[in-house]
Each structure stands twice: as structure tokens, then as C-alpha cells.
């Protein structure tokens, strides 16, 4: 009975984990969509930095009360972090400037191949067919409700390369920082959330006006528009949260497929909320499919051999009496 308790604890906080990023993250963007949408604040880099300041001043609030324990995570370490999470960020905001919407969501859809790709060469990962062939299904599914028209530019290409691999390079980051340091999700934050805080807000209203040619500091902030800010500042320190404790217990590959499963919901929910224009045959169809394919995904990947990581050791006695407990087998 203890191992099956145990598998089914473990069960119930991830799928508490997952929960808590799926509230946190489709509510953000209900709450953005709002703010720059109906009231016109397009100021989404300055913005960025401000959620981390907030989340900042919530790890500090929680090492005071000693919910967070001291930990270590070298200076370069950080700036390499710091450096891949503001770049896509800033690729982002600008692939979406210089790309159609739908050459946008098929650049996001491309982060999860490049995570396969940097999973298989540094964390010696191997996927089964099934896992393959349910990732593929997710990424169609998505794309086939999702993607409208889909031009591309030199330049929009360059954003959404970069916006892309730095992306990818961010979130298989935070799961190699937090196995190497041994850092929790509330430590690596601390140290996280004060570096990209200050850099985001000394940078951001620069980028935002390139981008927008319009100046943060000369917006009208009227007492809705505040209301809102404050508000996204709010759902963000979950959603910064929740992204570090999804990625500590599952992989950046798992936290993308099952990321899309947001997409799905921002889309029921703006057809719901926003009116029905839009919602079509295709539309549903490609809902349909990414939503089996994220079931499917769910099932072969925590199969034996679904998805593991290849521990190369000397043979021997032992080792081969009990070699398929040296796999790392993750979901």
C-alpha cells in the first residue's frame, strides 16, 4: 500500500501544480487581453518587469516569515538565466509585431521540438514512438485552431528564431538550475525575480517604445487601468510560481505539451466571454485533436520507455540484474 500511496500523492500535487499554473495562466491573459485590448496599455515589457517586481517583493515577504531558506546559485548562472528569460520575452513582443498572427503561434508551436531537441543532447532523453507521434498530434491540433494566414518577412523570421530557441533555452534552464543547485521553486525565484525586475524595468519602456513608438510614463493611468495592473501584477507571482514548481516536477517538453491545454482554454473562454466570431468547424476540430493528443501524451510518456533519460554505467553484476531501474524515467 505505501508505494501506491505514494504514486497517488505524488498524482494529486501534480496535478495541483498543473492546476495551479492553468488558473494563474489563462487568467493573466484574460486580465492583459483586457488591459491592452479594451484600454490600450500596450506596454508589455515594462509590464513584464513590474510582475517580477511584484514577485520579487513576494519572496522577500516569504524568506522574512522563513518560508525560504538560503540557498546558492552562482552570479554567471544567473546572468545566463537572466539573459535567455529577457530575450524571449523581447522576442516574443517583437515576433508578434513583425509576424502575422499566424506565422506567430507557429513559431510558439516550434519551442516544443527545439526542448526535444536540447533534452535529447544534454539530458540524454529518449522518446518512444507513441510519445513522438502524441506530440505531433498536439502540435496539429493546435496549429489547425490556431493558425489563420501566415506570412513571413526576413526580420519576422529572425524575431521568431530567436524568440524561439531563447524561449527553450530559458525553460530547460530552470529545470537544469533546480536539479544541479538543489533549489526549490521559491528559491530559485529569489534569485530569479530581483535580476530580471530591475533589468526588465530599466529596458522595458525603451523596447516598448520602439515597439509602439508611444511613451509609458505619458499614458493616461485612469483608476480601471490601474485596477488592472495591479491585478495582472498579482496573478503573476502565481504565474512565475507555478511555472518554476511545473518544470521542477515535470520537463520542459511535458510543461509545453500540456501548456497548449491553456491555449485551448484562452480560446474557449474569449469565444465565451468576447462573442462567438471566430468559432468554426476547424476551429473545434483542431481543439479536439490537441486535446487527444495531450491525453495520449499523458499516457505514453509515463509508459516504460515512454520517455527516459539513458544512464551509461560500467556493466556488471548487479547493474545488469537490474538495469531497467537505472532509467530516470520522467513524466
Aim: a positive charge; glycine letters at 6%; aromatic letters at 10%.
Amino acid at each position: 500500500m505505501a508505494p501506491a500511496s505514494k504514486a497517488e500523492r505524488k498524482a494529486v500535487l501534480d496535478a495541483g501544480a498543473w492546476m495551479f499554473n492553468v488558473v494563474t495562466s489563462v487568467g493573466i491573459i484574460m486580465v492583459n487581453k483586457a488591459l491592452m485590448a479594451t484600454h490600450g496599455f500596450s506596454f508589455a515589457t515594462t509590464l513584464t518587469g513590474l510582475h517580477f517586481a511584484t514577485t520579487t517583493l513576494m519572496t522577500l515577504v516569504m524568506k522574512w516569515l522563513g518560508h525560504i531558506q538560503p540557498s546558492y546559485l552562482p552570479l554567471p548562472e544567473l546572468v545566463k538565466f537572466v539573459f535567455f528569460a529577457n530575450l524571449s520575452i523581447v522576442g516574443m513582443n517583437v515576433s508578434l509585431m513583425w509576424n502575422s498572427v499566424g506565422f506567430y503561434q507557429i513559431a510558439k508551436l516550434c519551442i516544443i521540438p527545439v526542448l526535444c531537441i536540447l533534452e535529447i543532447l544534454f539530458d540524454k532523453v529518449r522518446y518512444s514512438r507513441n510519445t513522438k507521434l502524441s506530440i505531433v498530434l498536439v502540435l496539429v491540433g493546435v496549429a489547425v485552431c490556431t493558425v489563420t494566414d501566415v506570412s513571413v518577412n526576413s526580420k519576422g523570421l529572425l524575431a521568431a528564431v530567436i524568440a524561439v530557441w531563447s524561449t527553450a533555452l530559458q525553460q530547460h534552464y530552470v529545470h537544469h538550475l533546480q536539479k544541479k543547485y538543489s533549489l526549490g521553486s521559491f528559491n530559485l525565484l529569489g534569485h530569479t525575480a530581483p535580476a530580471q525586475a530591475a533589468s526588465l524595468l530599466i529596458l522595458g519602456p525603451f523596447v516598448d517604445f520602439w515597439l509602439t513608438n508611444r511613451r509609458v510614463d505619458t499614458f493616461n493611468y485612469t483608476t480601471i487601468v490601474t485596477f488592472f495592473i495591479v491585478l495582472s501584477c498579482t496573478i503573476a507571482v502565481g504565474t512565475n510560481l507555478s511555472q518554476f514548481i511545473c518544470i521542477g516536477r515535470f520537463t520542459a517538453v511535458s510543461f509545453q505539451v500540456l501548456g497548449h491545454m491553456k491555449t485551448i482554454l484562452v480560446l474557449t473562454l474569449g469565444f465565451l466571454l468576447f462573442g462567438k466570431e471566430g468559432l468554426n468547424f476547424h476551429v473545434v476540430l483542431g481543439m479536439i485533436l490537441a486535446v487527444i493528443g495531450m491525453i495520449w501524451y499523458g499516457n505514453a510518456s509515463s509508459k516504460p520507455g515512454g520517455k527516459e533519460r539513458q544512464v551509461y554505467s560500467v556493466p556488471s553484476e548487479k547493474t545488469q540484474k537490474s538495469s531497467q531501474s537505472e532509467l530516470d524515467q520522467k513524466v
